[in-house]
């Protein structure tokens, strides 16, 4: 076993400890040297947690990652329905991040249709910060998309959210 891998081991039995101090140190770890395989440790210390402490620091981890390659993990847990009850905290780390998400819009506009008011506004902010990597045709596909779901709803809130998506892309 190489240097690395032990580091891991190391980290992940500091997370998988019942011990908060050394939760809290595992996450100061990955926050600093972090790779996918530790992200998905962070994360289901995430849902299985109780402590605020440990919840509150892997959120702000998850907030200061710039690594683009671990969106998809993030993205994956948020569609994962172990986390539902963390999909709004994590959502709102994304935009955070700083992450290209336009490939992500369609998720994000799927969130606006079968979600919480909440986490649709959460999708409504990602959408935004997606925007700025579409070129016009891409935008003008989704306001397509967005008005075909505007005439087929009659729920207030989700028409709110979507006139919003319109102006954000328009």
């Known amino acids: 076993m190489n ?6 081991n190391q ?3 500091l997370l998988q400890s019942k011990v908060i101090e050394n939760q809290l140190t595992a996450i100061s770890h990955i926050r600093q040297a972090g790779d996918k395989f530790l992200l998905e440790q962070m994360l289901e210390l995430l849902i ?3 402590n605020k402490d440990v919840e ?4 702000r981890c ?3 990652i710039k690594d683009n390659s671990m969106l998809p993990i993030i993205i994956e847990s948020c569609k994962n329905p172990r986390f539902e009850s963390k999909k709004q905290s994590i959502l709102h780390c994304l935009w955070q991040t700083n992450f290209d998400m336009h490939a992500y819009i369609d998720y994000f506009i799927s969130l606006i249709l079968t979600e ?3 986490i649709g506004i959460e999708a409504l902010t990602l959408i935004e910060v997606a925007t700025e990597n579409l070129n016009n045709d891409e935008k003008k ?3 397509e998309l967005l008005n075909r779901e505007l005439n087929g709803t009659d729920a207030p809130q989700i028409k709110s959210l ?4 319109i102006e954000i892309l328009s």
């Open 56 to 59: 509150r620091e892997i959120l």
């Open 3 to 8: 240097s690395l891998d032990s580091t891991k």
């Open 11 to 13: 980290i992940t039995q």
């Open 116 to 118: 919480s008011f909440e």
């Open 141 to 143: 596909s989704y306001i």
């Open 48 to 50: 299985l947690t109780s």
């Open 62 to 64: 998850l907030c200061d």
């Open 162 to 165: 979507l006139i919003q998506a």
